[in-house]
């Protein structure tokens, strides 16, 4: 109501023509540059951390495949095996549905792991939100990330590249468990994978 009468017609017999203000047009980008400049340089700081792989205590070989995980051990005499979605008529009570896998990566706690990881057919990607990972498993490629957790615990994920029909299906597991643990898991595995030697897969990595 105050615009229609403080400039109607009679009040504004010729209206006045503006095209640009200076100021203001220097103020609106000026101001979102500085705001930028103080996000990206602790942003900065992080991706430069992020990229520094420390100094580290085992290794993770990662292939994707349509629709699961292959994982290999190289510091533990080559352990290796696949890991896929057990199915809901699998599920047992407490398992997470669309989460659970028959093999999960296990790592011990407060422990640098770096993962090495690739593909065998198309592109996939390893994503773990909650240890803030996510990298692209490329054929022909080998990316590499890495983590150290200090709370035990199953932490999981998910392919997060559409790779075909069943990319849904194609979740990760990683259980942190004691250092004590891991040594009995790998005296286990060795027996449960021995048969486990598959060449074809390998070739992923040369």
Partial sequence: MY????????ANPIPAKFSHNILIEVIWTIIPIIIL?????PSFRILRFAEKIPEIDMTVKVVGYQWYWHYIYPDHENIEFD???ITDENLKPGQK???EVDNRIIIPENTTVKFLITAGDVIHSFAVPAL???MDAVP??????WTKISKKGVY??????LCGINHAFMPIAIEV?????FQNWLIMAKSKFSMNMKTNKKLAFK
């Fill in 177 to 181: 468990v004691s250092k004590e643990e």
């Fill in 37 to 41: 400049v103080i996000i990206a340089v």
């Fill in 156 to 161: 999981y994920g998910q392919c997060s590249e």
């Fill in 97 to 99: 549905r669309l989460l």
């Fill in 132 to 134: 803030g990972i996510k």
């Fill in 83 to 85: 890991s896929y979605l």
């Fill in 140 to 145: 022909g490629r080998i990316n590499e990330t």
């Fill in 3 to 10: 615009v229609c009468i403080r400039f109607n017609a009679k």
